[in-house]
Every structure is written in structure tokens, then in C-alpha cells.
């Protein structure tokens, strides 16, 4: 039996049931190995569909860094918020009132 094509399938799980789907074809020839030709053709296939995920990934990693420097500004506005409506926020050293007339003696 004479081999004339050979094809690799791939199905890479991508989480939140999302798959991705990557199949290839290759011609093989008489003069070919076919044993070296399926092994590159597979290896293609898993550096391939593990390129498009990782780059998947990046973006992700990036817009969830994004989001979290966004929800840690909110939340030290918050606080601050909080602050003066407790009245724990501290005290502005140049705008403390105090009278110059006062002295240290008094206390």
C-alpha cells in the first residue's frame, strides 16, 4: 500500500469550554520517510496550535493587569472616601491650623 497523504488533528482545550481545532496535510512521496515526515508534520501541528494559544493567553494576562491596576486605583479612592467620612483621614501637615501666638510651654 502506497502512502500518498497523512494528516495530524489537533484538539487543544482552551478552558470555559472553548477548544480549538487545528488539522493539517501533507503530501508525502515514494522517495519520503514516512515515519520522519508524520513526526514533523505532528510536531508542526503542536507548535502551531500552542502559538495561537499562548498568544491568547498574553492578551488575556495583559487585559486582567489592566483591570486589576483599574480596581486597585477604585479601591484607594474608596478609601480615601471612607477616610473623611470616618474622620481617620490624616491630616495635611501644611494645612494644620495652629496659633502662633501658642507656645510649647503650655504644654
Known amino acids: 500500500m502506497q502512502i500518498k497523504?497523512?494528516?495530524?488533528?489537533?484538539?487543544?482545550?482552551?478552558g470555559n469550554y472553548e477548544s480549538k481545532h487545528?488539522?493539517?496535510?501533507?503530501?508525502v512521496y515514494e522517495e519520503d520517510d514516512i515515519e520522519t515526515e508524520t513526526s514533523?508534520?505532528?510536531e508542526t501541528v503542536e507548535r502551531k496550535i500552542r502559538e495561537d494559544a499562548s498568544e491568547q493567553l498574553k492578551q488575556e494576562l495583559s487585559e486582567l493587569k489592566k483591570e486589576r491596576r483599574k480596581l486597585l486605583e477604585a479601591i484607594e479612592q474608596l478609601q480615601k472616601e471612607k477616610d473623611k467620612l470616618t474622620g481617620t483621614e490624616e491630616p495635611n501637615p501644611?494645612?494644620?491650623?495652629?496659633?502662633?501666638s501658642a507656645s510649647?510651654?503650655?504644654?
Not at 510649647?104 to 504644654?107: G, M
Open 22 to 27: 487545528l488539522e493539517m496535510f501533507a503530501e
Open 94 to 100: 501644611d494645612e494644620i491650623p495652629f496659633d502662633s
Open 40 to 42: 514533523h508534520l505532528m
Open 104 to 107: 510649647l510651654s503650655n504644654f
Open 5 to 14: 497523504t497523512i494528516s495530524y488533528k489537533r484538539i487543544f482545550n482552551a
